[in-house]
């Protein structure tokens, strides 16, 4: 089967390549998946470089999302050959076939194809853990969300829409802006160049924002910590600008609020009640359809090199979804 395999860890994709490997066989305890969709997270581009908090050893199959068909399962798994199923265990997920941990997958909500479901999980969970489980939304209230044109930023925009919230999203590609606002429908869209707390101010009516959800980081963080409303929440969810940013604790002292660290696939992990209640709240969502995963581009797993180098040079809104043997 193809597998996209990561032979040598560099910071510029020379180290991986799509090769031809004997599929995997199911061991005990996990489920066996023909992958009809996997997408690409940032998380994925990092593990090629080593720069990624879980650190592989090569060789090793990347891609740590998927959507496929259950092929083998153990009854006592819960599943069934033939199930629709999602999830993944941090890499195996650019494959034909991959064998996966039962308690890391789910039945696909009822309706959705392969490729949103495989767009959908991480991403959404990321989101719903940071804002809803962790950031305590409610209706209402004011959202700043950053990196809004990525995977997990165009989820946190859309599912903070479907739960009420008044989003104000932010891009450092400002030509991105309209895009974000036709899939997302925020109340305002703006570029983070610069200083942009009055711009908050004023959208807010100085009230600020109740909730910063910011994967970005660098220049961005120090900038949010200047938009947040007092009792409010900064959540730490990456750092794409590159740059770990450093606060002075008197500043959430003397502003009222909090700097929560997010880490939504280790709160499953501790959690996993709260983990199946997130991914049922999120199921729920998606089949009432209050909730769309954003694809920005589907393309043959072949076509893998287009898919990383638009991820690393910025240039997508919303995932990029991988189809093996297409
Ligand atoms: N804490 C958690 O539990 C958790 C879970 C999943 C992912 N994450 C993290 O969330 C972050 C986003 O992941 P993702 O899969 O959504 O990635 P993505 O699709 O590539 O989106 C990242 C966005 O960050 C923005 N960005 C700003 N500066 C950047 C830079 N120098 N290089 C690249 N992008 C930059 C880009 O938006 P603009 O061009 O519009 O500015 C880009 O769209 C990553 O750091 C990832 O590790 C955290």
């Not at 998946?33 to 690409?40: D, I, K």
């Not at 593990?47 to 050893?57: A, L, N, S, V």
């Not at 802006?177 to 109340?187: G, K, S």
């Not at 909090?258 to 997130?278: H, M, N, T």
Request: hydrophobic share 45%; aromatic share 6%.
């Amino acid at each position: 089967m193809q597998a996209l395999r990561v032979d040598r860890l560099t910071d510029d994709l020379s180290g991986v390549q799509l090769v031809n490997v004997p599929a995997p066989t199911r061991v005990s305890g996990e489920v066996l998946v023909r992958v009809r969709a996997a997408s690409l997270n940032f998380p994925d581009l990092l593990m090629t470089r080593g720069e990624y908090q879980f650190k592989p050893e090569p060789p090793f199959t990347a891609g740590l999302e998927l959507a496929g068909e259950v092929l083998e399962a153990d009854p006592a798994s819960g599943f069934a050959p033939g199930d629709r199923v999602m999830g993944g265990n941090k890499t195996g997920a650019f494959a034909e076939i991959a064998s996966v941990p039962a308690d890391k997958l789910a039945l696909m909500p009822q309706g959705m194809d392969f490729p949103s479901a495989a767009a959908m999980g991480a991403a959404y969970s990321t989101a719903f853990t940071g804002l809803v489980e962790l950031g305590a939304l409610d209706e209402g209230q004011w959202v700043l969300v950053h990196g809004a044109s990525g995977g997990v930023g165009l989820a946190a925009c859309d599912l903070a829409r479907a739960m009420g919230a008044r989003v104000i999203a932010t891009t450092g590609s400002p030509a991105k802006a309209d895009r974000i606002a036709a899939l997302v429908r925020p109340d305002a869209v703006i570029g983070t160049a610069g200083r942009f707390r009055e711009t908050i101010a004023e959208l807010t009516g100085g009230v600020l924002a109740d909730i910063v959800f910011d994967p970005v980081g660098g220049d961005v963080f120090d900038e949010s910590t200047r938009c947040v409303a007092f009792g409010g929440k900064l959540i730490v969810v990456g750092f794409t600008a590159g740059r770990i940013a450093e606060v002075s604790t008197n500043i959430p002292l003397i502003k009222g609020f909090s700097i929560v660290g997010l880490r939504a696939g280790e709160y499953a992990r501790r959690f996993p009640e709260r983990g199946a209640a997130i991914n049922q709240a999120i199921r729920k969502l998606a089949e009432a359809g209050a909730i769309v995963p954003a694809i920005d581009r589907t393309l043959p797993l072949s076509r893998w090199r287009e898919g990383f180098d638009a991820m690393a040079q910025r240039q997508l809104v919303g995932k990029v979804v991988f189809v093996p043997g297409m």
